[in-house]
């Protein structure tokens, strides 16, 4: 069984920055980050695969967010910039075995999520 934890979620005011980490107990998986708002489905943001080869972005943040990962740490990151008011949810992170997917039900693990508030 694989853990994940991530760390960095905060308060920022909207066009900062944040960085969020998420340190896994193990495995050579590929990667996903997530979020959910008050009220709204689970939405992708971007998945890295296990040797950072690849990566992918939804339209929302693309150009605005880079996943990226330092597998002798065992640790992905998400470098949120230019952050808006609507990037306020919970952020997750997943892992699988396998090719990083866009499909949040295709994660075998998940973190407990961290909370990323942007103020206007």
């Known amino acids: 069984q694989v853990q994940l934890v991530e760390s960095g979620g905060g308060l920022v005011q909207a066009g900062g920055s944040l960085r969020l980490s998420c340190a896994a107990s193990?495995?050579?998986?590929?990667s996903g980050w997530f979020r959910q708002a008050p009220g709204k489905e689970r939405e992708f943001i971007g998945a890295?695969?296990?040797?950072?080869?690849?990566?992918y972005y939804a339209d929302s943040v693309k150009g605005r967010f880079t996943i990226s990962r330092d597998n002798a740490k065992n640790t992905v990151y998400l470098q949120m910039n230019s952050l808006r008011p609507e990037d306020t949810a919970v952020y997750y992170c997943?892992?699988?075995?396998?090719?990083?997917?866009?499909?949040?039900?295709?994660?075998?693990?998940w973190g407990q999520g961290t909370q990323v508030t942007v103020s206007s």
């Open positions: 890295i695969s296990w040797s950072g080869s690849r990566t």
């Open positions: 193990g495995g050579s998986l590929a």
């Open positions: 997943a892992a699988r075995s396998g090719a990083a997917v866009t499909n949040s039900v295709l994660y075998d693990f």
